[in-house]
């Protein structure tokens, strides 16, 4: 991942958002706040920028992966599902999953808003 361009594109698409790193050295996921739980706990919204995500569960987030730019590997209880662009797919709670792309852009819409305390790793 070509990080220093991924977090200036998403600084230009989303001024003054929170941008996150899953680790500072070698990320392989870039997150951005778009619409935080802290303003609606009902629901929280994110652009993820991905390589690999870490494979997680949540207890009672319902999270929708919309890919917006490149194609996803999305791997759903060790099933591997395809997704391209314009595609989406509902994560029911309690289900394992992790997602495989390069440099694939997605929306993530939770429901509650997502939180730390529901991202339970694998």
């Avoid at 600084?11 to 870039?30: A, L, M, V």
């Avoid at 890919?67 to 797919?89: F, M, P, S, T």
Wanted: aromatic share 8%; charged share 30%; hydrophobic share 35%.
């Amino acid at each position: 991942m070509n990080v220093e361009v991924v977090l200036k594109e998403l600084g230009q698409k989303f001024p003054g958002e929170k941008i996150f790193r899953n680790d500072e050295k070698q990320p392989t996921e870039i997150i951005c706040e778009i619409e935080p739980t802290s303003e609606h706990p009902e629901y929280s919204v994110a652009v993820a920028v991905i390589d690999r995500s870490a494979p997680h569960f949540h207890h009672k987030t319902e999270e929708v992966y919309e890919v917006l730019k490149g194609e996803l590997d999305l791997y759903i209880d060790g099933k591997q599902l395809k997704l391209k662009k314009g595609e989406k797919y509902t994560i029911k709670p309690g289900i394992k999953h992790c997602a495989v792309g390069q440099e694939t852009w997605i929306k993530v819409t939770a429901r509650p808003g997502w939180k730390i305390e529901d991202h339970i790793l694998i």
